[in-house]
């Protein structure tokens, strides 16, 4: 798991999805004029240069987030064009938000943002990039943090965990760590990143989840080529639970986008 670097993939297809849905939903929970929390268990290093050459050696950017920003698929009133803009007029033409950055740019003075980073270069990293905005970062374990912040104050808010999958027990773990943080934080909105992999490693994990039947339940996927051949990873997806109204429709776009890249 402390080997994990995501500049190699940062700004890839399932980059798109997943900051599309997350980036949506955030500006969703700022229509209403009260505070909220925002807790990330899998932080990375917050900002991202896809001129770097460990981004360039993968292409990976150049098959996702160029593509999209470069034609008429993403908005530019969505909300992750929006956080995107903010991203590049602080840092830099070619930089790129990681989800802690995302939210960071969608987010309020009165809005609660936790972030955990295990990796000490990369946590190091986040709290350089996160300076200008009021943000708490902790170098710890990212599911200790959000059980042990559950349930967070304020109460209404939204926690994205994304881990690498590099330690494979995490498929097994994250269903019953699901169903422990909604029985501490019933309110909260729980969004789980996940790679489609050849092998369906992630089928058994999103099986056991929607049998809990916890309330609000989305599952989106999308599929895209490999990114370079023997990649394994061939689709993204997103599990919600307590989804925001509207989301269906929501992620009803997100196919659509998907539906247009993989034509072009």
């Known amino acids: ?42 932080a990375g290093r917050g900002l991202y240069e896809l001129q770097a050459p460990e981004a ?28 995107i803009s903010e991203c590049r007029a602080r840092f830099g033409a070619t930089s790129y938000p990681g989800s802690p950055l995302v939210a960071a740019a969608l987010l309020r003075e009165m809005d609660s943002l936790h972030f955990a980073e295990l990796h000490p270069q990369e946590c190091a990293a986040l709290r350089q990039a996160l300076r200008p905005w009021r943000a708490k970062v902790h170098q ?16 209404r808010g939204l926690l994205l965990i994304d881990p690498s999958y590099e330690v494979k027990a995490d498929y097994a773990r994250i269903p019953g760590i699901i169903g422990k943080l ?41 599929r895209f080529p490999p990114a370079r051949e023997g990649h394994r990873m061939v689709g ?12 269906e429709e929501e992620v009803a776009r997100i196919s659509a986008l998907f539906e247009e890249l993989n034509r072009g």
């Open 56 to 83: 360039l050696k993968t292409g990976e950017a150049a098959a996702g987030i160029f593509r999209v920003l470069g034609g008429e698929a993403l908005a530019e009133d969505h909300p992750l064009s929006r956080a």
């Open 236 to 247: 993204s997806g997103m599990f919600v639970v307590n989804a925001p109204f509207g989301a």
């Open 182 to 222: 909604h029985r501490k934080w019933n309110v909260g909105v729980i969004a789980l990143w996940y790679p489609i992999l050849t092998d369906g490693a992630h089928e058994k994990m999103l099986a056991t989840l929607e049998a809990q039947n916890l309330p609000g339940m989305l599952r989106h996927e999308v």
């Open 140 to 155: 710890q374990d990212g599911f200790e943090l959000a059980l042990s912040l559950a349930p967070p104050t304020p109460r």
């Open 1 to 42: 798991m402390l080997s994990y670097q995501h500049i190699y993939h940062a700004g890839n297809l399932a980059d798109v999805q997943k900051h599309a849905l997350l980036a949506w939903m955030l500006a969703y929970l700022t229509r209403k004029d009260k505070p909220l929390s925002y807790v990330e268990t899998h």
